[in-house]
């Protein structure tokens, strides 16, 4: 009995094990190799600058840029988490933020034609200071973990350092081993590329920025714990056309009930004026042609990015939804003329 090309198939078998075992060796470290990665492709400039200051030396250059991005991402980032830490333990353990807002519900309840009807001021003030126990919680448990946190980023920066070496021979080995054509693979490797640029300037920088102001407005205005307020607006200034609204517009009513007059009008004027409008000003600026996505596919991937793969999920959903769109363009151009067939026919 023959067996008709058993050598293919039994090299395929062995193919198809070995990359499910390389899957599940890599698979915990996935997130960090991808946040390298993209790292990578963002300090690409600054590593070819180095590299001709040290007169082509790779790992001079590598070893510097991984230092420096240590210094950009990582400091700052501790900075603020500390700081929101403490503000969340001074939120739980304060009343003022609970008694503004019971004076201003008190003030909506006098007007007969609202018609509201609330539960009571110390069930606002429980409520706070529930929302400032979880806040604490949810900061505690991160710190809790700082140790496998502190190995992801040992992981980050490990690859980054060889991502910026050997980055380029390892996209020609992938382009190598990709069947598809090489215009398709610089399509999606110039995808990649743009959506991690367009991601960070964009989305990230533009609401660092949103919530820097925010919080500064707010602790102006004297509103409590104006650092948590900040990383709120941060946060929510992800969602299309409301964003960091959601925070500083009720804020802003709420001192005018309370007849804190011009910190309302100074706060209402401050949001209107430039948190709302720093979005449509820093955004196409920093971004550019870098995306041409949807910013409701924007929002959707970043959010749906970091409920699958936690706050790394931020750069990863966008890159991921980038790179499907791009296999659809693919898609549509390469079998176009059997779509129109199916589509007019009903057959090909």
């Known amino acids: 009995m023959a067996f008709t090309n058993l050598n293919t198939y039994f090299f395929l078998g062995l193919l198809a094990l070995a990359s499910v075992g390389m899957f599940l060796i890599f698979q915990p470290f996935l997130t960090a190799i991808l946040v390298a990665a993209i790292l990578a492709v963002l300090f690409a400039r600054p590593y070819a600058f180095l590299k001709r200051f040290f007169h082509g030396s790779e790992i001079w250059a590598s070893v510097i840029t991984c230092i ?13 988490f500390s700081l929101a830490l403490n503000e969340a333990n001074n939120f739980y353990h304060s009343n003022q933020s609970a008694g503004m807002l019971e004076k201003g519900i008190v003030l909506l309840e006098s007007v007969p034609f609202l018609n509201i009807d609330v539960r009571g001021a110390q069930e606002i003030s429980g409520s706070f200071q529930e929302i400032g126990k979880g806040l604490i919680g949810f900061l505690g448990a991160a710190y809790q973990s700082v140790a496998a946190f502190v190995l992801w980023l040992f992981v980050v920066f490990f690859s980054l350092f ?8 390892a996209v020609g080995y992938l382009m190598r081993l990709s069947p598809l054509r090489d215009e398709h693979e610089r399509l999606l490797f110039q995808k990649f590329i743009s959506i991690s640029r367009a991601t960070l300037k964009g989305t990230l920088i533009v609401g660092l920025i949103q919530g820097l102001l925010g919080g500064i407005a707010f602790f102006i205005v004297g509103v409590p714990s104006p650092i948590i307020w ?8 992800l969602i299309p056309l409301v964003g960091a609204g959601i925070v500083w517009l009720p804020a802003s009513i709420i001192l005018l009930l309370t007849g804190n007059i011009w910190e309302g ?3 209402i ?9 720093i979005d449509n000003i820093l955004r196409p600026k920093l971004v550019g042609r870098d995306t041409e996505m949807h910013p409701l596919l924007v929002f959707f991937a970043t959010l749906g990015g970091i409920s699958l793969f936690g706050i790394s999920g931020f750069l990863i959903g966008p890159i991921v939804v ?9 898609y549509s151009s390469e079998y176009a003329v059997e779509l129109k067939q199916c589509n007019h026919n009903g057959k090909v």
């Open 230 to 237: 900040g990383i709120f607006m941060a946060l929510l200034s």
């Open 322 to 330: 980038s790179l499907f769109m791009a296999l659809a363009d693919i």
């Open 269 to 277: 004027l401050f949001g209107i004026g430039v948190i709302s409008t």
């Open 162 to 169: 060889y991502f910026l070496i050997d980055g380029k021979r």
């Open 68 to 80: 420096f991005a240590i210094l950009l991402v990582i400091l700052p980032v501790s900075v603020v």
């Open 265 to 267: 009008v100074f706060l």
